[in-house]
């Protein structure tokens, strides 16, 4: 059996999965930054399934925030940061 592991998105090309079985961990890189939030004095860590959720839940909310996701390996337009 032969495993590739790749670390971020921009690695894979088309011709490399087509006719493979893949399988996406983004595990390592989510408790890490939240590990690493949650030191820095964070209080409180809320995930939402979509960009839209996040921004709507970040403008409802009106204390201390920082908004963070990414979208292909970047911030989205009005966040705070990214991952």
């Known amino acids: 059996m032969r495993v590739d592991v790749l670390f971020t998105p921009k690695e894979i090309q088309p011709g490399d999965i087509a006719d493979r ?20 004095g964070i209080s409180e ?24 996701g990414e979208r292909h390996t970047v911030p989205p337009d009005g966040f705070d940061l990214g991952n």
């Open 21 to 40: 079985s893949v399988v996406v961990f983004d595990v390592l890189r989510a408790t890490t930054t939240i590990t690493a939030a949650l030191a820095a």
């Open 45 to 68: 860590i809320r995930v939402f399934d979509s960009l839209e959720s996040a921004r709507s839940a970040a403008g409802a909310f009106t204390g201390p925030k920082l908004l963070c």
